[in-house]
């Protein structure tokens, strides 16, 4: 196993007391997979990367979780764990391209950056030939003559692209992208995860995928893991999640994605949205019992007493949830 | 476009709007100082400014023809840079004002690379470590520095360095073969100039970089493991000191302005002493030939600054700054 | 800086113009007195004078004068030897006009000159409009009298505004201009009073303050300095404090016809009320002694005898309430420079407790001198007025006169007696009878409470223990060509 | 009935790209019109054209059939029967009032005392269910959901008949997409207001419009019934969309 | 009322702001209160004159034996007073015009930027000599004059900051809902651009007292027997080997003030920042 995360717990200090964002959540990715992690906005998916990659905001806390990449463990309750693996064993690609390049420097400069710590002892020439190398690899037009443009002279799949060269260089063994194409539209998002895809295929390293849109979930990863209010609800192969969602969670999150094929009434105005009624819980105060339970629509009493362990979905080992429907008594 | 072409385009927009601030200031200037009360003669000879003599001095000047006819003489030469004859001394005022721009020049510059060679690296410290102690302290010293008014600061360092240690040299610009003796003489003034500017300049190095430094691409460096002294020092820096260079666009003509109560303080000659003792006698020519000349400085250097902004954040040639 | 062998003094005000009859302010004048060789030369240190370029002048009359020069003194910059074409080229400037006709700015200094005939190469003759003692002292002795060469004045043409060629004892080396100028001995020059330093060298520091510490950090040899200083310099290693009694004058004038200043009365009460006494203490640090009338004293035509007002307010009071006049508010003008400013609050205190409420306006010198054109002056009421003097009174009495009312005599006062005694005193040679008609006129001054006379002034110098300066007794005009090593 | 809006030949350009290149729509009264297209198509740009906040280089737009005038009158004309909501709808929401502050704007604006603004407001609030202590808020302290049923809110306060969305659910969870759909959803069943969606949702713009067109460097590639649209598409363009469009149905592919 | 009170509780609560209000406190209750406990600052006792700070003069005297103390504290109020004023006049009437050109744009724009080329392109001081000369000295014409040389600061900043609402849509929601420009010009751009706002007018206090004391000292100062800061400060220098505490205890002053006035804008800002003010 490529890497794997443990019981993973983080804490935002906040004037009003102290949210607890993560709580146990552990996470395995093989080698050259790509493990989709979903969830509502606030779930605290964000704060699974910036964790790995010791990137977390000066309120924030790890109190617990341990992380074994390419068989080196780290301990991510240190602070700064995983610092020597930034640019060399982990890479992370950014929501907005727009924001995640320098304005003032051509991407060149960035470029060639991150190579001075990927390999140090090169020279100046071998890690330009290098970064118009890895503009070739994402297929940017002219690699040459983008080396000396700036990032506002690219569109932004231009530069996302330029954002994933920079993943390529410094072959990484973990590669985490934090909702990589919501800022760009559909055409270039396809275009653009097929680019990641490709990377993982070409230096074979594991991908954590963040997104909250399951179409892109279902259509380009192995695997599968659900967030729910900083807990992991679910995880399995896509397939498997897919075809026999242990959780309500995971199921109504399907529902309520629409396919462009879905069924279209006559009179369009009488079209209708499957919604989750119901707002997340105060993640300062978990409340007892499964944490989806306020809003779920098969829950029972128990549901509200006894917070559910990670059970087995079906005979496949991979695929687990935290369901007391699934317990076996 | 291409960039140069781009580049090209904006420097022209830049120049032409440059000429017209040139122009509307010199009317400005023409009106305001035309419209000052006193008179030259009077001040120059006091009581020995007998009526005929009066006259004959304002004819001299030119003080007697139309206004309109005036504004133009004075527009006409000021553009060819004759600024005609100093009725004292008889000698081109361009020269009288060519005289002692070198070391009014010589004095902002000198205050300016102080201020920015000391106030960045105060700035980046700060920023490096908001909220700590360093950085308060520092951010009282900046303050303090900020707010002590030039005319104060001179006074102390006057005493302290030139009475007190006697390590520095007290009065005038020194000699000017003797670079040295320039140097020296240098200074006391430039550092009482500069010291506000270095306060200054590192509260907003210090601000604009802890902007910066929140910005999304740092963390992509991050990310990559750029070590964060890089981080600062070169990738958030070169960004943070685009708002830092436009001030200082109005810091020049704030140093020139300044530079009036040091040139007096430490009695050096300068355009600032010059144009102060030229309005004090009412010496409207040489006043009006030193404004054209500051104004025009104040107006270059603002677009070198922009000039300089373009190189620093390609963004703005491109017109999206 | 203590191996210095050539001095380096501060001078207060840039060259203006080098041209003798339109020079601006007495930097020029001493340097031209160094450079430029005059009939007769003032002594050091003295208002006595004896041949200079003049091997010799008679006394033919009242009104004439034969002068012959000495032979062989050269122009620098090769412009020949001195004649009597020289002389008359010099002179006739001031009674003609420039070479525009351009009337000079000291013309008046030679106003009793009539004409000069030359009746050899170096000899010729002066005539005089009317006898005058006047003409020597502030005319050919004078900066105003330097022979000029004709032949370099006229090549130059304006630049004579800059350049000055001399033929005594010094030349002006360099000049560059708002920083400094150096002086040089002419080794060309053969006369009586050969410089004696190599150079001098004036650095142009506008304020006394500053230069005082260039002074104190020994980059100076020689400085003048403000009153205030005094107790600091008085402690100064290797010093000599220099205290010269001044013959300037600083009044506060009242103007006569303006609303209840029109009264006599108030006019008195105005200067039983103000201290005088304070006024030198808290302006002047008390450093300066206070006047009691216009002429200085040493000057001809002192009235040592001139009532002391030393302040009363009981009389003032009792001299307001004759008039019956009460809330009195006048103007109080000055410049606004920090002696002019104490003097003013000083005043307005003092005014303030007799019940007169005075409003200062103080003015930068631009404005205030202004006043002096135009009938400006007319709404003055009470006004601080800092004159400078010549050792002629009738240079100081002249602006009294009431031909000066809208000009400069900004008391108005009219009185027919004082400008016919004026004139009497610009006439009259015999030196007992003229020091009757000053007096006389000085009592007349009195008589009109129009002025409260301050003070003389005073001059302070410190000097480096090797070097000795020269003044001419009124401290203002310095002999470079007689500083000396002490 | 006269269109709603008409659009013919509008262009627009900004220096060298051209935002609009001579579009040509009609929309329908009461209906709901969809526009779909990439990134940087034009669509906001037909949108703020639409509303009076571009002016045109080329071409002319009539609503409910009079041209429109770039005047304050006109605008203050307009602003009752066409109303806008932002893409942000925080950033729609000036920052520094209280809610109810912009609230009693309307009420200016459309001279009715402030009490009956409120009490409309409070129908709509009511429906839209947010609770009636939100106007006493600041913009920031409310939840993004909440703002844009603000904005939502504010845009009904003016009883407009045309409702102009500029991708109303971007950045949104599918769950609360869904509650924002519906809602509107609701408010055209009951009020039959003329709605157009701009987004590049293509799955939503087929269920909630009746027309829509695609868009592509500022010309409508294709148009037309959103049935036909989507299910036998003509040009190669809106195929290709189509087809990047990752689907929860197309599972496994990867 | 009691928005001030929740303002001032607000400012209270953050170290920097409780610092600011306690160096303005103390700048405030030193200008109003000072004369109380001190003489008549323009009573003249020559017998006295530069005595050393002791008990019947705390600060000591100057060159006319008034008693310092009582003149910094006149002085302070003057120049308070008269920088208060000036920020306060010209960052509303920068903030307007740089306004309505931010919002105008086009020829408009233009000129209001060209006009504050040319006024920034005169160094202040040497205006200052031009229209005091021209007018004539007192408050009248200072507040005049800073004011012309303020302006453009203000109105660069509120210009620039207009241009990016300008486009922003809240503004644009507010102009499709035919809301009165005065009133978007008023409710919406004016409190957005407040923030910088009144940061850079605390900033410049410091400045307009300085440039009060540079006048002074060029002799275009106050008319005695008024003081200000400036004016103390020159005394001071001219008589700084007679006795340097003026110089120093005007200084002090000024610093205290404008630390004060700085710390206490920038807590300001956070606070009237109603993003800032609810993370609290
Ligand atoms: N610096 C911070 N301080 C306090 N709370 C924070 C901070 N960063 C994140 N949070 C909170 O932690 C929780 C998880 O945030 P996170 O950004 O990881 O969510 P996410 O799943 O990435 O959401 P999104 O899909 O919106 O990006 C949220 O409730 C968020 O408000
Ligand atoms: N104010 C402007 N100045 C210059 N160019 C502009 C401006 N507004 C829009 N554009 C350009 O016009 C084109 C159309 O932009 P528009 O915002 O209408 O696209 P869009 O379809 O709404 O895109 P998105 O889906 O990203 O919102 C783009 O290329 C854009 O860069
Ligand atoms: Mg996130
Ligand atoms: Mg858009």
Same mark, same amino acid.
């Given at each position: 196993m490529a890497i794997s995360l443990r019981n993973l717990s983080v804490d935002y200090t906040l004037p009003q007391g102290t949210a607890h964002?993560?709580?146990?959540v552990s996470l395995d990715i093989q080698k050259g997979e790509m493990l989709g992690l979903v969830g509502e906005s606030g779930s605290g998916k964000s704060t699974v990367a910036f964790a790995l990659m010791g990137?977390?905001?000066?309120?924030?806390?790890?109190t617990s979780g341990t992380a074994t990449i390419d068989g080196r463990s780290f301990d991510?309750?240190?602070?700064?764990?995983t610092a020597a693996l930034r640019g060399r064993g982990m890479a992370m690609i950014f929501q907005d391209p727009m924001l995640s390049?320098?304005?003032?420097?051509?991407i060149g400069t960035q470029l060639c950056e991150v190579l001075r710590r990927r390999?140090?002892?090169?020279d100046r020439k071998t890690r330009v030939e290098m970064a118009e190398d890895a503009l070739a690899k994402v297929k940017l037009s002219n690699p040459g003559r983008r080396m000396n443009q700036?990032?506002?002279?690219?569109s932004g799949g231009m530069r996302q692209r330029v954002v994933i060269a920079m993943a390529l260089l410094s072959e990484p063994a973990l590669l985490i992208a934090d909702e990589?194409?919501?800022?760009?539209?559909v055409t270039v998002e396809a275009q653009i995860m097929r680019e990641i895809i490709g990377l993982r295929d070409r230096i074979g390293c594991a991908v954590l995928l963040i997104t909250h849109s399951l179409g892109l979930v279902t259509e380009y990863c192995d695997a599968i893991s659900v967030l729910y209010a900083g807990e992991k609800l679910e995880s399995g192969t896509v397939k498997e999640v897919q075809r026999r969602p242990g959780h309500p969670y995971t199921r109504m999150l399907f529902d309520c994605e629409v396919p462009i094929d879905r069924e279209r009434h006559a009179?369009?105005?009488?079209n209708c949205f499957t919604v989750i009624a119901g707002d997340l819980p105060d993640p300062r105060q978990r409340p007892p019992g499964c944490i989806f339970n306020g809003r779920c629509?098969?829950?029972?009493?128990e549901c509200a007493a006894v917070n559910p362990g990670d059970y087995p979905v079906g005979?496949?080992?991979g695929h687990s949830a935290r369901c007391l429907r699934l317990q076996t008594p | 476009m291409t960039r140069s072409q781009r580049t090209v385009a904006f420097i022209a927009s830049r120049l032409a709007s440059m000429v017209l601030t040139i122009a509307g200031a010199t009317l400005l200037l023409f009106l305001m100082v035309r419209l000052v009360?006193?008179?030259f003669a009077s001040v120059m000879?006091?009581?020995?400014?007998?009526p005929e003599l009066r006259a004959q001095i304002i004819h001299d000047m030119g003080l007697d023809r139309g206004m309109l006819e005036q504004l133009w003489l004075f527009a006409s030469r000021a553009v060819t840079g004759n600024f005609g004859?100093?009725?004292?001394?008889?000698?081109?005022i361009l020269d009288i004002v060519l005289d002692v721009i070198p070391n009014t020049l010589a004095l902002a510059f000198s205050a300016l690379t102080l201020a920015l060679v000391v106030g960045i690296p105060i700035g980046v410290i700060a920023a490096l470590k908001p909220g700590s102690w360093l950085d308060s302290g520092l951010a009282l010293l900046s303050i303090s520095f900020i707010t002590t008014p030039t005319l104060v600061v001179s006074v102390i360092l006057f005493l302290i360095f030139?009475?007190?240690?006697?390590?520095l040299p007290v009065?005038?610009?020194?000699?000017?073969?003797d670079v040295m003796d320039r140097l020296q003489h240098l200074i006391l003034p430039s550092v009482a100039l500069a010291l506000g500017w270095v306060g200054y300049i590192s509260r907003l190095v210090r601000a604009a970089l802890l902007d910066t430094l929140a910005e999304l691409h740092v963390r992509t460096l991050r990310a990559y493991g750029v070590s964060e002294y890089r981080i600062v020092g070169l990738y958030a820096l070169k960004l943070a000191l685009v708002p830092v260079v436009s001030i200082l666009g109005i810091g020049l003509g704030d140093l020139i302005g300044s530079s009036v109560v040091v040139e007096i303080i430490f009695a050096r000659s300068g355009i600032g002493s010059l144009i102060f003792n030229s309005i004090a006698q009412r010496n409207y020519p040489v006043v009006q030939a030193c404004v054209v000349f500051i104004v025009a400085f104040y107006i270059v250097a603002n677009l070198v600054v922009d000039m300089i902004n373009a190189l620093l954040d390609p963004r703005i040639a491109a017109g999206r700054g | 800086a203590g191996a210095r062998t050539n001095p380096i003094i501060a001078v207060d005000a840039d060259i203006g113009n080098l041209d003798p009859g339109n020079r601006v302010g007495t930097t020029e004048g001493n340097i031209i007195r160094a450079v430029c060789q005059t009939l007769v030369r003032f002594e050091p240190g003295k208002t006595s004078w004896t041949n200079d370029a003049a091997k010799e002048i008679k006394q033919i009359s009242d009104t004439e004068f034969d002068f012959e020069l000495n032979p062989g003194q050269m122009f620098t910059g090769g412009f020949g030897e001195m004649t009597a074409d020289d002389v008359k080229f010099t002179y006739d400037r001031y009674i003609n006009?420039?070479?525009?006709?351009k009337k000079l700015a000291y013309a008046d200094d030679l106003e009793a000159l009539k004409s000069v005939e030359v009746t050899g190469k170096y000899t010729g003759k002066l005539v005089l409009k009317h006898p005058s003692a006047a003409l020597w002292l502030?005319?050919?002795?004078?900066?105003?009298?330097a022979i000029l060469s004709k032949k370099a004045a006229e090549q130059l043409g304006d630049k004579i505004a800059t350049t000055l060629i001399g033929s005594g004892?010094?030349?002006?080396?360099e000049w560059r201009p708002k920083e400094q100028f150096v002086l040089a001995a002419n080794p060309d020059y053969k006369g009586?009073?050969?410089?004696?330093?190599?150079e001098i060298t004036g650095k142009i520091i506008p304020e006394h303050k500053t230069s005082f510490l260039s002074y104190q950090a020994k980059e100076l040899d020689f400085t003048a300095f403000d009153a205030d200083q005094l107790a600091t310099a008085k402690g100064l290693p290797d010093t000599k404090v220099i205290d010269i009694p001044g013959i300037d004058y600083t009044w506060i004038g009242i103007?006569?016809?303006k609303g209840d200043l029109a009264d006599i009365k108030v006019r008195q009460a105005i200067r039983w009320a103000i201290d005088v006494d304070a006024i030198i203490q808290g302006a002047y640090s008390g450093a300066t002694s206070r006047a009691k009338t216009l002429l200085a004293p040493?000057?001809?035509?002192?009235?040592?005898?001139a009532p002391l007002y030393t302040r009363d307010v009981a009389k003032a009071q009792a001299l307001l309430a004759e008039t019956g006049k009460t809330g009195l508010t006048f103007t109080f003008t000055c410049l606004n420079d920090a002696t002019s400013l104490a003097v003013a609050q000083i005043a307005q205190a003092n005014l303030a407790e007799v019940g007169i409420t005075l409003t200062i306006n103080a003015m930068d010198s631009g404005a205030y001198w202004a006043?002096?054109?135009?009938?400006?002056?007319?709404?003055?009421?009470l006004t601080l007025i800092p004159y400078t003097s010549k050792f002629d009174p009738s240079f100081q009495t002249q602006?009294?006169?009431?031909?000066?009312?809208?000009?400069?005599?900004?008391?108005?006062w009219n009185s027919p007696e004082f400008d016919k005694l004026h004139q009497e005193g610009l006439e009259t040679l015999d030196k007992a009878k003229r020091e009757a008609i000053y007096v006389n006129m000085q009592k007349l001054l009195d008589e009109s409470a129009s002025c409260i006379w301050i003070t003389h002034g005073r001059n302070f110098f410190v000097d480096a223990a090797w070097l000795k300066p020269m003044f001419l007794p009124?401290?203002?005009?310095?002999?470079f060509e007689f500083f000396d090593k002490a | 009935m006269t269109d709603a809006i008409s659009i013919s030949n509008a262009q627009l350009r900004f220096g060298e790209t051209a935002?609009?290149?001579g579009v040509s729509l009609s929309i329908p009264q009461g209906t709901c019109f969809g526009i779909v297209g990439e990134s940087g198509s034009g669509k906001t740009t037909l949108m703020r054209a639409v509303l009076g906040l571009q002016k045109l280089d080329q071409g002319e737009i009539r609503i409910l059939g009079n041209p429109l005038v770039h005047s304050r009158a006109a605008l203050k004309q307009r602003a009752s029967f066409i109303q806008p909501i932002f893409q942000d709808p925080a950033a729609s929401l000036?920052?520094?009032?209280?809610i109810s502050t912009l609230m009693n704007e309307v009420g200016t604006v459309l001279r009715e005392p402030h009490a009956a603004t409120h009490e409309r407001l409070r129908v709509i609030l009511n429906r839209l269910g947010?609770?009636?202590?939100?106007?006493?808020?600041? #913009?920031? +302290?409310?939840?993004g959901g909440q703002a844009r049923r603000v904005a939502i809110a504010r845009a009904l306060l003016m009883k407009p008949s045309i409702l102009i969305a500029d991708e109303?659910?971007?950045?949104?969870?599918v769950s609360v997409q869904g509650d924002l759909l519906n809602l509107l959803q609701d408010i055209r069943r009951s009020q039959n207001i003329t709605l157009i969606v701009i987004s590049h949702n293509l799955a939503i713009v087929r269920l909630i419009a009746e027309n829509a067109v695609v868009m592509r460097a500022g010309k409508v590639v294709e148009g037309g019934e959103v049935g036909s649209l989507f299910g036998? #598409?003509? +040009?190669d363009y809106t195929r290709e969309l189509l087809a990047a469009w990752p689907s929860v149905t197309h599972s496994g592919a990867g | 009322m009691s928005g001030l009170v929740v303002t001032l509780k607000r400012i209270c609560s953050e170290r920097d702001g409780r610092l600011g209000l306690a160096f303005t406190g103390f700048i405030l209750v030193f200008a109003l209160f000072g004369p109380l406990i001190s003489p008549?600052?323009?009573?003249?006792?020559i017998k006295a004159r530069?005595?050393?700070?002791?008990?019947?003069h705390l600060l000591g005297t100057d060159n006319l034996g008034r008693d310092l103390l009582a003149r910094t504290s006149v002085g302070t109020r003057y120049a308070l007073t008269l920088a208060v004023m000036i920020v306060v006049i010209s960052s509303i009437l920068g903030s307007l015009i740089g306004i309505v050109a931010g919002i105008a744009g086009g020829w408009v724009d233009r000129a209001v930027t060209a006009i504050f080329d040319i006024v920034n392109a005169f160094p202040p001081l040497i205006l200052a000599f031009a229209l005091i000369a021209l007018y004539g000295k007192g408050s009248a014409t200072f507040v005049l004059l800073v004011t012309v040389v303020f302006i453009p600061q203000f109105g660069r900043m509120a210009r620039a900051r207009a241009q990016t609402l300008r486009n922003l849509s809240f503004i644009e929601a507010e102009r499709m809902l035919a809301v009165h420009p005065l009133t978007i010009v008023f409710r919406h751009y004016l409190p957005n651009v407040a923030g910088p706002i009144i940061v850079l007018a605390s900033m410049n206090l410091p400045v307009v007292i300085a440039f009060e004391a540079s006048l002074s000292f060029l002799g275009?100062?106050?008319?005695?027997?008024k003081s200000s800061l400036g004016t103390l400060i020159k005394d001071g220098f001219i008589s700084i080997n007679q006795s340097w505490w003026p110089t120093v205890a005007a200084a002090l002053v000024l610093a205290i003030a404008t630390l004060g006035a700085t710390l206490l804008g920038e807590a300001l800002r956070r606070v009237i920042d109603p993003k800032t003010a609810g993370a609290r």
């Open positions: 964002a993560l709580r146990g990137l977390l905001a000066n309120n924030a806390r790890v991510l309750t240190k602070h700064n764990a390049l320098n304005p003032v420097f051509t390999s140090p002892g090169s700036y990032p506002h002279e690219l990589p194409t919501t800022a760009l539209d009179d369009a105005s009488q629509d098969v829950s029972f009493e005979n496949d080992a | 009360p006193g008179d000879l006091g009581p020995r400014a007998t004859e100093d009725v004292v001394s008889h000698r081109p030139a009475i007190g240690l006697h390590w009065a005038g610009a020194g000699d000017p073969g | 006009g420039d070479k525009n006709g502030i005319g050919i002795c004078d900066a105003s009298g004892p010094m030349v002006l080396k009586a009073y050969k410089a004696h330093f190599d103007n006569v016809v040493g000057l001809l035509g002192n009235w040592a005898d006043l002096g054109a135009g009938d400006a002056s007319k709404d003055l009421e602006w009294f006169l009431a031909s000066q009312i809208g000009l400069w005599n900004w008391q108005r009124n401290g203002k005009d310095w002999q | 935002a609009l290149d000036s920052p520094r009032s209280r947010l609770p009636p202590g939100v106007i006493d808020k600041y #913009p920031h +302290e409310i939840s109303p659910t971007a950045g949104l969870d036998a #598409p003509r +040009e | 008549d600052p323009n009573a003249i006792d530069f005595a050393a700070p002791g008990l019947a275009f100062g106050v008319q005695p027997p």
